[in-house]
Structures are given as structure tokens and as C-alpha cells.
């Protein structure tokens, strides 16, 4: 089989882990988005690779995975649910849809128009799209917010009611229905985000599993990450999902991205048609 990155670091561990176990038998080959136009002539059919494995998120990147779905390319995640998990706006929409236990959320043109807004109770302001180095915090009052203006007036923002929560992040990846989960300090914490601790399944409150697998469905995700609170009294509340994150770490996640790699080019191979 030939895998292919669509990644600007092959190095990251979960790919270099899933390659290494790849390699012995297989060829994976990296392409950087940003080495590509994504032209129509990208590739010949002959050149495409069995599968790709979708790791960046950039415009680019969604471009290039596109323009391989059109020639027949399966990619994981498809470019479609990518896309999806990275305006906030939708994704809550989706969620609650869904009747996933996401927090509720509103959209708001941009950040100077909330402003304008009176703020009864603690909120949280993300932006709508999110990127690396996003907006992301806590606002108490409208001097914080006046604040965050100074530097993002013009950002589209999503805004959540504020929940009271230990201040503990449930981090929990899924690779084709398998689950890894950790604890991570809240960016919104006293002291910002401290580095992940182990969490063992069995370790989570009842019933937290349920939605989490509920979302690869939902979302049309393969490889994905649902951050949760505890709303309170054990209660699971979703603030963000994300496709195809870092997954470090985790023991067995290379050997589950591996083992979807390796179906999912099998079973393009079955499907695609014959000439």
C-alpha cells in the first residue's frame, strides 16, 4: 500500500510512530500543503497514493485533500468534515442538532460588536474559525473584553456562557471507535495550560464515553478529539472538537491509525472502478 501525509511535519510523533510501524511493508510518502498549488494537474492517477492521512488544517491543506478526493483519493478525515470542525459556528449547530451535550453557543459578527453588549455572567469568547494562536478566553466584564479588543476588534467570535468547573480539561481521541483519554489543565485555569496526565477510561465518570463516540457519526470523523467538562454532579459538556489532533503520547493510538490506514486503502481498492 502507498499512504500518504498531508502534513508540513511528518515528524510529529503519532505520524512518525504510525509510520514506522507502516514502513516495513508499505510506502508512506509527506506532502506539505504548502509545497502545492493544488492545481488540477496535481498528480497523475498513477501517483495517487492509497489512502491520505489529513493532519494539517490549513486552507491549503484543504485544497490539496479536495483536489485528491475528486481524482478518487479517500482521505482521512474527508476534507468536508475538516472543514466543518473548524468553524465553531457550525459545529455547535451540528452538535446540538445532534443532541450531543455541546455547550450553547451564539455568533457575533465580531468582537467590537460585544462590546456593545451587556455581559450578565462570565463568558467565554473564541474565534469563529478556529487556527493556530486563536482567541480563545474567559471574559468576567466588559474591561477584559475592551481589553481583548485592542487586539482582535475585528474577529468573528462564538460566545458560551461561562460553565463553574474544576478547571480540568477531559482530553479524549478516538482512532476508528478506539478511545485514549487524558486530564489537561484548562487554558482558561488559574495559570493557563499545564501538560497532559494520564486518564484511564474506567477513571470517567459514567455515561462520558457515549457522547464522545457519537461524535465520529455525527461529524463524519474517523480520527478525532472532544474536550469535556464536568458541568457539575458528573454531567459531560463538550467545548470544542477537533479532527485529527495530536494524539500524543497515547500507547496503541500509532498501531489504530495504522490499522484505519491500511482498511481504509483496502477498501478503496475494492470500490474504486475497474478499467
Known sequence: MRIGLITADPGHQLLA?????????????????????????????????????????????????????????????????TALCQDRTAMAELALRAGLPFAPTRTVASLAGLTAERLPRPVVVKSRHSRRHDLVARVDDTARLRALSADWADEPVVVQDFTPNDGWDH??????????????????????????????????????????????????????????????GGAPLIVDINAFPGVRGQSGAPEALAALALRTAERGRLTAPRT
Not at 485514549?180 to 484511564?200: D, H, V, Y
Open 171 to 232: 482530553k479524549l481521541w478516538v482512532i476508528a471507535g478506539r478511545v485514549f483519554a487524558a486530564l489537561r489543565r484548562s487554558e482558561l485555569a488559574a495559570g493557563g495550560r499545564g501538560p497532559s496526565l494520564p486518564l484511564a477510561l474506567d477513571a470517567l465518570p459514567p455515561g462520558w464515553l457515549d457522547p464522545v463516540r457519537r461524535v465520529g457519526p455525527v461529524f463524519s470523523l474517523d480520527v478525532y478529539g472532544v474536550d469535556l467538562i464536568d458541568a457539575g
Open 17 to 81: 510512530d504510525t509510520t514506522e510501524l507502516l514502513t516495513p511493508r508499505h510506502e508512506v510518502v509527506a506532502l506539505d500543503p504548502g509545497d502545492h498549488d493544488n492545481r488540477e494537474d496535481l498528480a497523475d492517477p498513477g501517483e495517487l497514493a492509497d489512502v491520505y492521512l489529513l493532519k494539517a488544517r490549513t486552507p491549503r491543506a484543504l485544497a490539496l485533500a479536495r483536489s485528491l478526493e475528486r481524482r478518487g483519493a479517500p482521505v482521512v478525515n474527508s476534507a468536508a468534515a
